[in-house]
């Protein structure tokens, strides 16, 4: 008699199918689910997995984190204020890591967060301690960093306190403070790591393990590859060709979305009678061209820098700061042109736009180019979506653009918000409930390494929005538990233009799913983050069991 591969039973599955909310049973056959519950009648398998009554659900959909630069900071000194408390504790740490490194390379530090710290890190601290390294420390947002003089050396500035760029290199008294942002930032990160193709792979590795203990089944890598210059936010100018290497070689098992960063996109010349100035990645490939383990997504672009930072594009300014309302990283009418050349060659955007400033320059680059080329069900996406007010949220859904507001960034950073933007303005940051309860789908995401990578502490941030003090940014965008979890399941599969194979336990679908040890419906709101994964499953192959580690 024929039989399928695997029947998982005695779950407790939340399917996200609204026709059939839980299952018991689960069979797979090719990596896909043939049948659930009483369609199993009769059928063998080959193999049974007892989950021993369990919580399942489709396994977890991150479609914005930084998977290469997450593997790559695996490998850096850890700054996380949950690691490092005190800006002493920072200079102790560098001073080592600078004591045990070969002489001359790079030593790289990760996830500081100067409100924890009391203070930013000092260009002139770093240089007393860094014993002739390089030294570059990142901040939390990935959209600053603090550099050391022989790292200004490495990047061509001799004279750091000569740099005349304001909003890209801070200054206090004339002298350079180390302190670089955005596009400079950028550049000595991709600078700091030029590594071998033997280490990028062993990154990509350590990020692939890593996230399997979340549950994390499939994810979008959102920036991919630099320009030829290594200017960029991805890796180096190889990465979609490191990606592939990896899965070839049994490193990574999970589902990845590339998104190229805009810097690895150039000119193509005429690629048809009417289409003179083509503009992409060579050949025409775009997105959607892959297979199922691995494609391409969007094109990510990145408009403006993070609330933390001070660097968010806003229509009014920080409180404390009247003449600052952030960076804008475009000219917007080059922008607009840009956006509208790409929509037409069949490419979904995703924009990193957090300031309210920003969002409407994108909304207008998007709705630009849908009447200059109209396409259907296109789902470009707002990245992060950091500030909007309920005109914005209105326009977002009439645009039928994916909002990605991040639940991961409520705890960590939510009492910076309220300082830095009065609690007014805090209330209407990363809207959930008000895109929700208007019939939008969001879907979960993290921005790790910028965020905790746990899908849970996400889900509970957009569950509770409570910070760290315990201050709730808005209750009305609160969303509930099952929101919460259908966001992070059939959500990003529909941000990813995958719905019609992931996202949801029912035939036909990746046997993708995360295995919890408690049902985090049994637990109360703020105690979500204790949740963690008992196994993690792709294609009906247990790819992570919490008792073999």
Same mark, same amino acid.
């Given at each position: 008699?024929?039989?399928?591969?695997?029947?998982?039973?005695?779950?407790?599955?939340?399917?996200?199918?609204?026709?059939?909310?839980?299952?018991?049973?689960?069979?797979?056959?090719?990596?896909?689910?043939?049948?659930?519950?009483?369609?199993?009648?009769?059928?063998?398998?080959?193999?049974?997995?007892?989950?021993?009554?369990?919580?399942?659900?489709?396994?977890?959909?991150?479609?914005?984190?930084?998977?290469?630069?997450?593997?790559?900071?695996?490998?850096?000194?850890?700054?996380?204020?949950?690691?490092?408390?005190?800006?002493?504790?920072?200079?102790?740490?560098?001073?080592?890591?600078?004591?045990?490194?070969?002489?001359?390379?790079?030593?790289?530090?990760?996830?500081?967060?100067?409100?924890?710290?009391?203070?930013?890190?000092?260009?002139?601290?770093?240089?007393?301690?860094?014993?002739?390294?390089?030294?570059?420390?990142?901040?939390? #947002?990935?959209?600053? =960093?603090?550099?050391? *003089?022989?790292?200004?050396?490495? $990047?061509?500035?001799?004279? !750091?306190? /000569? %740099?005349?760029?304001?909003?890209?290199?801070?200054?206090?008294?004339?002298?350079?403070?180390?302190?670089?942002?955005?596009?400079?930032?950028?550049?000595?990160?991709?600078?700091?790591?030029?590594?071998?193709?033997?280490?990028?792979?062993?990154?990509?590795?350590?990020?692939?393990?890593?996230?399997?203990?979340?549950?994390?089944? #499939?994810?979008?890598? =959102?920036?991919?590859? *630099?320009?030829?210059?290594?200017? $960029?936010?991805?890796?180096? !100018?190889? /990465? %979609?060709?490191?990606?592939?290497?990896?899965?070839?070689?049994?490193?990574?098992?999970?589902?990845?979305?590339?998104?190229?960063?805009?810097?690895?996109?150039?000119?193509?010349?005429?690629?048809?009678?009417?289409?003179?100035?083509?503009?992409?990645?060579?050949?025409?490939?775009?997105?959607?061209?892959?297979?199922?383990?691995?494609?391409?997504?969007?094109?990510?672009?990145?408009?403006?820098?993070?609330?933390?930072?001070?660097?968010?594009?806003?229509?009014?300014?920080?409180?404390?700061?009247?003449?600052?309302?952030?960076?804008?990283?475009?000219?917007?009418?080059?922008?607009?042109?840009?956006?509208?050349?790409?929509?037409?060659?069949?490419?979904?955007?995703?924009?990193?736009?957090?300031?309210?400033?920003?969002?409407?320059?994108?909304?207008?680059?998007?709705?630009?180019?849908?009447?200059?080329?109209?396409?259907?069900?296109?789902?470009?996406?707002?990245?992060?979506?950091?500030?909007?007010?309920?005109?914005?949220?209105?326009?977002?859904?009439?645009?039928?653009?994916?909002?990605?507001?991040?639940?991961?960034?409520?705890?960590?950073?939510?009492?910076?918000?309220?300082?830095?933007?009065?609690?007014?303005?805090?209330?209407?940051?990363?809207?959930?409930?008000?895109?929700?309860?208007?019939?939008?789908?969001?879907?979960?995401?993290?921005?790790?390494?910028?965020?905790?990578?746990?899908?849970?502490?996400?889900?509970?941030?957009?569950?509770?929005?409570?910070?760290?003090?315990?201050?709730?940014?808005?209750?009305?965008?609160?969303?509930?538990?099952?929101?919460?979890?259908?966001?992070?399941?059939?959500?990003?599969?529909?941000?990813?233009?995958?719905?019609?194979?992931?996202?949801?336990?029912?035939?036909?679908?990746?046997?993708?799913?995360?295995?919890?040890?408690?049902?985090?419906?049994?637990?109360?709101?703020?105690?979500?983050?204790?949740?963690?994964?008992?196994?993690?499953?792709?294609?009906?192959?247990?790819?992570?069991?919490?008792?073999?580690?």
């Amino acid at each position: 008699m024929f039989a399928i591969d695997t029947i998982f039973e005695n779950g407790r599955f939340q399917t996200m199918d609204t026709g059939r909310p839980y299952v018991s049973k689960v069979g797979v056959y090719d990596g896909r689910i043939i049948a659930v519950d009483d369609e199993l009648e009769g059928m063998q398998a080959r193999h049974h997995v007892d989950l021993q009554g369990r919580y399942a659900c489709p396994g977890f959909n991150d479609v914005h984190l930084h998977f290469s630069l997450l593997g790559a900071n695996l490998n850096q000194v850890d700054l996380r204020k949950q690691t490092t408390s005190t800006i002493a504790e920072l200079y102790r740490k560098i001073q080592e890591a600078c004591a045990q490194a070969p002489e001359g390379e790079w030593v790289l530090g990760w996830g500081f967060d100067q409100f924890s710290l009391g203070a930013f890190p000092d260009r002139a601290r770093l240089d007393e301690i860094s014993a002739g390294h390089p030294v570059l420390v990142l901040h939390l #947002s990935n959209h600053a =960093a603090v550099i050391n *003089t022989e790292a200004f050396r490495r $990047g061509g500035y001799e004279h !750091p306190d /000569d %740099i005349d760029q304001p909003d890209l290199v801070i200054k206090e008294q004339g002298k350079a403070t180390g302190l670089v942002k955005d596009k400079m930032c950028f550049m000595f990160n991709g600078l700091a790591n030029r590594v071998s193709e033997r280490t990028l792979l062993h990154q990509l590795e350590l990020a692939a393990q890593y996230t399997l203990s979340y549950g994390i089944t #499939s994810f979008s890598d =959102a920036g991919t590859g *630099t320009d030829r210059n290594w200017e $960029g936010i991805g890796q180096t !100018p190889y /990465d %979609i060709g490191l990606f592939q290497a990896a899965y070839e070689r049994g490193m990574i098992h999970q589902r990845g979305t590339l998104m190229p960063y805009f810097s690895a996109l150039h000119d193509l010349g005429q690629l048809a009678g009417d289409i003179s100035d083509g503009f992409g990645l060579d050949l025409g490939i775009r997105t959607g061209f892959g297979g199922d383990l691995l494609d391409i997504g969007p094109f990510k672009i990145i408009l403006d820098g993070a609330f933390s930072s001070l660097s968010a594009y806003l229509n009014e300014p920080y409180l404390g700061s009247a003449n600052n309302c952030g960076v804008f990283s475009w000219d917007p009418e080059d922008f607009i042109r840009q956006v509208a050349k790409l929509h037409r060659q069949g490419w979904r955007m995703a924009v990193h736009a957090i300031g309210d400033r920003a969002i409407n320059i994108a909304l207008d680059a998007i709705e630009n180019a849908q009447r200059l080329y109209p396409r259907r069900d296109v789902r470009h996406r707002l990245e992060h979506c950091g500030l909007a007010d309920d005109a914005t949220v209105e326009r977002v859904i009439r645009d039928g653009v994916i909002p990605n507001p991040q639940g991961s960034f409520m705890y960590n950073n939510g009492d910076a918000y309220v300082r830095l933007l009065g609690e007014e303005r805090a209330g209407r940051t990363y809207r959930m409930g008000s895109f929700v309860h208007r019939g939008a789908i969001i879907p979960g995401s993290t921005d790790a390494p910028c965020a905790p990578l746990a899908p849970m502490i996400s889900i509970e941030g957009m569950v509770t929005r409570a910070t760290e003090s315990g201050y709730v940014l808005g209750t009305n965008e609160q969303l509930s538990l099952d929101e919460a979890l259908r966001a992070y399941t059939f959500g990003s599969a529909y941000a990813s233009h995958k719905e019609a194979v992931l996202g949801t336990i029912e035939r036909g679908k990746y046997a993708d799913i995360a295995v919890l040890d408690t049902d985090p419906h049994d637990v109360p709101p703020e105690a979500l983050h204790e949740v963690t994964v008992a196994q993690t499953i792709i294609g009906g192959e247990v790819r992570y069991d919490h008792n073999s580690h």
